[in-house]
C-alpha cells in the first residue's frame, strides 16, 4: 500500500516570500498524485492533479503553482505569496480508482 | 464534476448506528461512490466504496439503490473516536479527480 510524505506539518511565512511544500510517495510507483487546499471549516479544494512526471493540472487559477520532477515526488510552489494563501495543504495519491486515494498529514500554511 | 450534497452535522450517541446519507443527483454511469472520514488536522481517510447494492467492511456498510442517486454510509456502534468529518466526494465522470464538499460532522456522544 502506498504512504504518502509531506511536510513541514506546519509553516508561517510572511506576505511576498516563496513557497515549496513537498509531497513524496512511497510503496508505489506511476500514481497519480493531487495537492488539496482545506480553508477553515470548508471542503477541500482540488488545487493540482498529475498523471505523470511532468504532467500538471491546473483546476483554479491561483498565485500557486505545482511541479512533479520525478514520479513519486509533488512540489507546490508560489514566488510570492498572499495572505489569501493560508490554508491547510493536502497530498493525496492514487494507483487506481478502486482503491481511492491516500492522504498525507497535511501542512498548515499560515501567512503573516 | 458531479455534484453531491449532505446535511452538515449530526449528533449522535455512543453505540448507536449512525446513518449518513449523500445525494449523487448527477452521479455519471461509470462514477463509483467512496466515502471518506478526516479527523482534525488530518488528511481523509478512505473507507468505503460501492458501484450499486451493499458493500460491506470491517469499518462500516455502504448502501446504493439501484438508481444510485444516493448512497448512505452506516457505522455500526459508533464510538467517541467516531467523531469526524464524513465526505462522499463527487468522482468527475471516471477520470479519477475527486471534488470533495463540505462534508457531514458527526460528533458522538457519550
Known amino acids: 500500500s502506498q504512504t504518502i510524505h509531506q511536510w513541514p506539518a506546519t509553516l508561517v511565512q510572511p506576505v511576498g516570500s516563496p513557497l515549496s511544500l513537498e509531497c513524496t510517495v512511497e510503496g508505489t510507483s506511476n500514481p497519480n498524485l493531487y495537492w488539496y487546499r482545506q480553508a477553515a471549516g470548508r471542503g477541500l479544494q482540488l488545487l493540482f492533479y498529475s498523471v505523470g512526471i511532468g504532467q500538471i493540472s491546473s483546476e483554479v487559477p491561483q498565485n500557486l503553482s505545482a511541479s512533479r520532477p520525478q514520479d513519486r515526488q509533488f512540489i507546490l510552489s508560489s514566488k510570492k505569496l498572499l495572505l489569501s494563501d493560508s490554508g491547510f495543504f493536502l497530498c493525496?495519491?492514487?494507483?487506481?480508482?478502486?482503491?481511492?486515494?491516500?492522504f498525507g498529514s497535511g501542512t498548515r500554511l499560515t501567512v503573516v | 464534476l458531479a455534484k453531491t450534497t449532505q446535511p452538515i452535522s449530526m449528533d449522535s450517541y455512543e453505540g448507536q448506528e449512525v446513518n449518513i446519507t449523500c445525494s449523487h443527483n448527477?452521479?455519471?454511469?461509470?462514477?463509483?461512490i467512496t466515502w471518506y472520514q478526516q479527523f482534525p488536522s488530518q488528511g481523509p481517510r478512505f473507507i468505503i466504496q460501492g458501484y450499486k447494492t451493499k458493500v460491506t467492511n470491517e469499518v462500516a456498510s455502504l448502501f446504493i439503490p439501484a438508481d444510485r442517486k444516493s448512497s448512505t454510509l452506516s457505522l455500526p456502534r459508533v464510538s467517541l473516536s467516531d467523531t469526524a468529518v464524513y465526505y462522499c466526494?463527487?468522482?468527475?465522470?471516471?477520470?479519477?479527480?475527486?471534488?470533495f464538499g463540505k462534508g457531514n460532522q458527526v460528533v458522538v456522544i457519550p
Open positions: 448527477n452521479i455519471a454511469t461509470n462514477d463509483y
Open positions: 466526494p463527487d468522482e468527475c465522470h471516471g477520470n479519477n479527480r475527486l471534488a
Open positions: 493525496a495519491g492514487s494507483v487506481n480508482r478502486e482503491s481511492g486515494y491516500t
